[in-house]
C-alpha cells in the first residue's frame, strides 16, 4: 500500500472513532436530561395541580359575579 492510502486510512479511522465518541457522549447526555425532566415533573406537579384547584375556584368565583351576585353574599 502507498503512503497516502495508508494517511487517509489513519484519518478515516481517527475520524470515525471522534464521532462515535460525541455520539456516545450526546446519548449519555439525553438520559440525564430525561432523569431531571422525571424530577422536575415529580416535584412541580404537586405545585400546579394546587395551582389548578386556585384557579378553578377563582374561576367559580367571578362567574358568580358575573351572574349577578355581590362577593360575600350566599
Request: proline share 3%; no cysteine; glycine share 10%.
Amino acid at each position: 500500500m502507498s503512503t497516502v492510502v495508508i494517511v487517509w486510512l489513519i484519518i478515516a479511522l481517527v475520524t470515525t472513532a471522534m464521532v462515535i465518541a460525541v455520539l456516545v457522549g450526546l446519548v449519555r447526555h439525553l438520559f440525564v436530561l430525561g432523569r431531571a425532566v422525571g424530577r422536575f415533573s415529580d416535584e412541580v406537579a404537586p405545585l400546579a395541580q394546587s395551582i389548578s384547584t386556585e384557579a378553578a375556584r377563582a374561576s367559580g368565583r367571578t362567574q358568580g359575579w358575573s351572574a349577578g351576585r355581590r362577593p360575600g353574599a350566599r
